[in-house]
């Protein structure tokens, strides 16, 4: 059952309770979690995507961790966001929220996030702009 307040939509860098259903490895249980999916699907969309978060800061030079202080963030405690173990949840599966991360670190999450697949080493670096362009403009919907 969600504990999610219905008046407040997610919102992409949002931090919330979410219900992780990992296995093995996976992160599980409830937990804090990211919302890192654009602001468009999550107006529309009953999913969202999530990156999980720990307060266990092991490897925490890996390209694809990305640790944020407690300090001036809104988090209880500092944590690291698991740029390589994204999971789509139903919007059912957030609990309450708990803070929106500073576009500081969002910049760092998105690197890491991009470096876990690498996928973007197959655009060419001209089309990048006209990505990104697309992006903020996803991003600007108000859900």
């Not at 931090?15 to 259903?21: A, D, H, I, R």
């Not at 409830?30 to 969202?48: A, D, E, K, T």
């Not at 702009?129 to 859900?143: D, F, S």
Request: some cysteine; proline content about 6%.
């Amino acid at each position: 059952m969600s504990l999610h307040n219905e008046e407040r939509h997610p919102q992409i860098g949002d931090v919330y309770l979410m219900n992780f259903g990992g296995q093995g490895n996976e992160q599980k249980g409830w937990r804090p979690g990211l919302v890192f999916q654009n602001n468009l699907g999550n107006q529309h969309s009953p999913n969202i995507i999530a990156l999980p978060l720990t307060t266990s800061l092991k490897k925490a030079n890996q390209p694809t961790h990305v640790v944020i202080p407690a300090d001036g963030t809104g988090l209880i405690r500092d944590s690291m966001v698991l740029c390589e173990n994204p999971e789509r949840m139903s919007k059912d599966r957030l609990g309450n929220y708990l803070t929106t991360i500073p576009k500081e670190y969002m910049a760092k999450i998105a690197v890491a996030n991009l470096l876990a697949t690498s996928a973007i080493s197959f655009i060419e670096p001209d089309l990048l702009l006209t990505v990104w362009q697309k992006a903020l403009t996803l991003n600007a919907a108000i859900a």
